[in-house]
Nanobody, 118 residues
Framework: QVQLVESGGGLVQAGGSLRLSCAAS????????MGWFRQAPGKQRELVAT???????NYADSVKGRFTISRNNAKNTVYLRMNSLKPEDTAVYYC????????????WGQGTQVTVSS
C-alpha cells in the first residue's frame, strides 16, 4: 500500500508563492499518475493537476499558468509550485495516485492547508 504525506502549506498574501510536497512511500512501483487535489470548506474536492510517469501534465483551468506539478523520482516526491496565489486558492491540498486507466486511491492523507489572504 502507498502512503502519501503532504507538506508545505501555510499562510501567504495574494500574489505570493508556495511549494507543496507529497512524499510517497510503500508500494510505489505501480504508480503511474500523481495528482494534486484541493477542497475548500463547503465545496467539493477538485482535481488541480496531474503528472504521469511519462511526464505528461494537466491542470485545472483555474490554476493553469500559475501552478506547476513536478517530481523528483530519487526522492519519491511530487511537488506543486503555486505562484501568483489568489484568495480563491485557499483550501486543503491533497495528493493521490492512480494507475493508468484506474481509479484514484480511496485513502486520503491529512492534506496541507493553504491560506491566501488579501
Amino acid at each position: 500500500q502507498v502512503q502519501l504525506v503532504e507538506s508545505g502549506g501555510g499562510l501567504v498574501q495574494a500574489g505570493g508563492s508556495l511549494r507543496l510536497s507529497c512524499a510517497a512511500s510503500g508500494s510505489i512501483f505501480s504508480i503511474n499518475v500523481m495528482g494534486w487535489f484541493r477542497q475548500a470548506p463547503g465545496k467539493q474536492r477538485e482535481l488541480v493537476a496531474t503528472l504521469t510517469s511519462g511526464g505528461s501534465t494537466n491542470y485545472a483551468d483555474s490554476v493553469k499558468g500559475r501552478f506547476t506539478i513536478s517530481r523528483n523520482n530519487a526522492k519519491n516526491t511530487v511537488y506543486l509550485r503555486m505562484n501568483s496565489l489568489k484568495p480563491e486558492d485557499t483550501a486543503v491540498y491533497y495528493c493521490n495516485t492512480r494507475p493508468y486507466g484506474g481509479s484514484w486511491a480511496n485513502y486520503w492523507g491529512q492534506g496541507t492547508q493553504v491560506t491566501v489572504s488579501s
